[in-house]
């Protein structure tokens, strides 16, 4: 069997890519997949889903009890009841089968799963490791998961040790839908466990799935079932699906087993006794001859492959203090700690300087008594795009599923840092004191939500924060961007940040504070304004009545940088708050800043920076809890040529001018705060976008120290610096984060030279 396997088309190929290449090698169409079988539905519709997306099965893989005798094992992991026949699987499909008996047994039961000795997902590792050593160009391995963290979350686990990509294109599915679709793709699969009220042994042990589909559907009304089984209330056997070419598998006896009696809710299962196939082609059926299963036993002992990480000591041994490191530092007296950080000895090498910053980053957290698993969430700012698999690889060096209990979500732009001396990489990184988050990290390719096969999640929930990943318009199961330009572009985000959203069970369209909207160059004037068009319409919902369900709009931001990944003409970044159901009935509703203090903003430019045009000051709080507020600045002197080039050159902005307008915005921006009802103590992050093209990051930095140690200011930047500075565990705001871009402004065609982001959490 070793031979015949090795004679494939796969033979001559190398050893699978390693997983640090880019996502766009990893998930490409046609890769060569091991189908993970249970001889249920699920699996053979997940099959069938690999085949639509371009993809190719070249075997299958099952695992089953250690004794023939026995039908189920009590296994978190694997469905068993039918392996008997599961062996036909390979003479119907013409694949090779790889079998193993489950050795291991359900020993770690959290969600989260590492390599535990004597586990039952140990036996799934040896399998696929087994089916790689025949298959080296394998590449992906497909699952019926539907609902399950455990059982995705696991074979996750498996997929990312062998360098494999998971793919589970049922993931998240609609059940009622889904199950439609499996019938009406020619799926037949009887029952052969039952485990629910409303399903009776006896009756519906071994009835085909399309006569089923009615009751089931009447029992999701009635008691509130899954109708694809995903609570366990049944499990199917297919015995002829598109798949199988070449013969179908006729049941002939059977028995019925109780394994409880229960009035309400019997469980029992069907125990095949006698099956035969029966020939699908004319020549097959002609030559009378029904080849031998293709099997292969994989029957290696069990044990655990820990795979390397990297000590500690490797993290922490580098000291912050006169590295070349810039740093800005942020430590919120409720436990937030957000760190910014660059390397000031800049020779271009991204992966270079990112290896060092994201050391003196884990400095500053070491010293705070935190590590790499209190954080929320990493902005990447590159200089160059081109570069981001190399620093990707780097990254990944650091930042690990071990190491972090749940990795970060993060945002990767590229800014013009070189143009601005700031380096290759800038990185800004929020974390929280307390562990008290929950990640959403799913690195199965599916129909769900993009992927996040490398070290970051898809969303971070923190308190009453929920941080998501910048989101592309990438369509979900093949990780390609979708086509027709900026609208589809948005319109595939917005759908993928919604899903995310949604198994947080919230809304981004009532939930959002802000939207962070990153524009490509790639992106002209007309396309930028129908991905505002699109976000408009996206964000006004209506509920049945016509009226809009939502109270207060987000903020809205629109950044202009060079690139960003996959060559995307946009990147969506949603910033959520959500109290949960305990707090909802007493939670002091969004709103918006008012009027007054808006006025008063505005008379403070006419009064202190007559040279600047206040364009906006936008807030968006929930009183006491938290505040986002994006405050933009413009310029008289400021005239647009059609290239939308600006005009205005670094000289033409003075000093003095400029200092009064900062003077001017930190008043404002504690004046929200205020009205907020919250304080500087509260602010977790203050950044400030600015147009490198016409500010110089040495005036900007200059202006912002002046600013800073000014005294004598009513409400003053240095004032609330110095209520930090004598209490324990509070660290004063040394600056701004400072992050050049090439254009910005509250609406697509807006453009403004600065804008303050300032978020506070009670």
């Known amino acids: 069997i070793t031979a015949m396997l090795r004679q494939g088309p ?174 009406v793709s020619g799926i037949h699969a009887i029952l052969i466990k039952v485990a629910a009220i409303g399903l009776d042994p006896q009756k519906h042990l071994g009835k085909d799935l399309v006569v089923l589909q009615p009751h089931l559907a009447q029992l999701k009304v009635l008691y509130g079932i899954n109708v694809c089984g995903e609570g366990g209330e049944y499990e199917t056997f297919t015995l002829d699906c598109p798949l199988f070419k070449n013969f179908r598998i006729l049941l002939d006896e059977f028995t019925i087993a109780l394994h409880s009696p229960d009035s309400i809710a019997p469980v029992g299962v069907l125990h095949p006794v006698k099956f035969h196939l029966i020939p699908k082609s004319q020549e097959s059926y002609e030559s009378h001859i029904i080849p031998d299963p293709w099997v292969l036993e994989v029957e290696e002992s069990l044990h655990c492959e820990v795979p390397t990480a990297r000590h500690e000591n490797a993290l922490i041994c580098l000291p912050v203090a006169g590295t070349g490191h810039h740093l800005n530092v942020i430590k919120q007296q409720h436990g937030f700690v957000t760190i910014g950080c660059r390397h000031e000895i800049c020779n271009g090498d991204a992966d270079f300087e990112l290896d060092l910053t994201l050391k003196a980053i884990r400095t500053v957290l070491h010293r705070e008594g935190l590590g790499w698993e209190h954080v929320l969430y990493i902005h990447l700012y590159l200089d160059d795009m081109a570069t981001f698999v190399k620093a990707n690889h780097t990254y990944m060096q650091h930042i690990t599923e071990n190491v972090c209990e749940g990795v970060p979500s993060r945002s990767t732009i590229e800014v013009p ?50 941080y998501m990943a910048g989101q592309l318009g990438l369509d979900p199961p093949t990780m390609d961007l979708v086509l027709g330009g900026a609208g589809p572009e948005m319109e595939q985000a917005l759908l993928n940040c919604e899903s995310i959203a949604q198994a947080f069970s919230i809304s981004v369209s009532s939930c959002a504070v802000s939207i962070l909207v990153y524009c490509s160059s790639l992106a002209g004037i007309l396309e930028r304004q129908e991905m505002e068009k699109k976000l408009a319409e996206f964000l006004v919902q209506a509920d049945e009545t016509g009226a809009s369900i939502i109270d207060v709009q987000p903020l809205i931001l629109y950044v202009q940088v060079p690139a960003l990944p996959k060559g995307a003409l946009l990147e969506v970044e949603p910033l959520l708050y959500f109290p949960g159901i305990d707090e909802s009935l007493k939670r002091d509703s969004p709103t918006s800043i008012s009027v007054a203090t808006e006025e008063l903003v505005a008379d403070l430019f006419l009064k202190e920076a007559s040279e600047w045009i206040f364009s906006s000051c936008e807030g968006y709080s929930v009183k006491g809890k938290c505040c986002r507020a994006f405050l933009s600045l413009g310029h008289k002197s400021i005239n647009q040529c059609p290239g939308n080039h600006f005009m205005m050159n670094k000289s033409s902005v003075g000093s003095n001018s400029l200092s009064l ?102």
């Open 417 to 466: 840092l070189t143009k601005s001396d700031l380096g290759a990489v800038m990185v800004e990184v929020i974390a929280a004191r307390d562990k008290n988050k929950k990640v959403l990290h799913v690195q199965s390719i599916s129909c769900w939500a993009p992927s996040c096969i490398g070290p970051y999640s898809q969303a971070t929930m923190h308190n009453c924060m929920l």
């Open 661 to 762: 307008a900062l003077r001017s915005s930190l008043k404002a921006l504690f004046k929200v705060l205020e009205e907020a009802c919250l304080c500087c103590e509260d602010i977790v992050a203050f950044r400030i976008f600015f147009v490198a093209e016409v500010i110089s990051m040495n005036t900007l930095v200059e202006v912002l120290d002046c600013v800073s140690h000014k005294s004598g200011v009513s409400s003053s930047f240095s004032e609330q610096q110095e209520m930090f500075t004598n209490r324990p565990h509070m660290l004063r705001i040394s600056q701004p984060f400072c992050i050049p871009v090439l254009d910005l402004g509250h609406t697509s065609n807006k453009h403004d030279l600065i804008t303050f982001d300032l978020l506070a959490l009670g």
């Open 10 to 183: 796969l033979s001559q190929a190398g050893a699978f890519p390693a997983r640090s290449l880019c996502l766009s090698v990893l998930c490409s169409a046609n890769m060569k997949v091991v189908a993970l079988i249970s001889g249920g539905k699920d699996s053979s519709y997940a099959m069938m889903r690999c085949l639509d997306y371009g993809h190719e099965i070249v075997a299958l893989a099952n695992l089953r009890p250690c004794d023939d005798s026995v039908d189920e094992l009590d296994s978190f992991m694997y469905q068993t009841v039918g392996h008997h026949i599961i062996i036909a699987y390979s003479q119907c499909m013409g694949l090779p089968l790889f079998r193993r008996r489950i050795q291991g047994r359900s020993s770690t039961q959290e969600l989260r799963y590492t390599c535990t000795e004597g586990d039952e997902v140990e036996d799934l590792f040896v399998l696929l490791k087994e089916v790689q050593k025949h298959f080296p160009m394998l590449g992906g391995v497909s699952s019926g998961a539907i609902a399950s963290n455990y059982q995705r979350m696991r074979v996750e686990n498996v997929c990312s040790r062998l360098g494999l990509v998971s793919l589970a294109f049922l993931w998240k599915q609609e059940q009622t839908s889904l199950l439609q679709q499996m019938i």
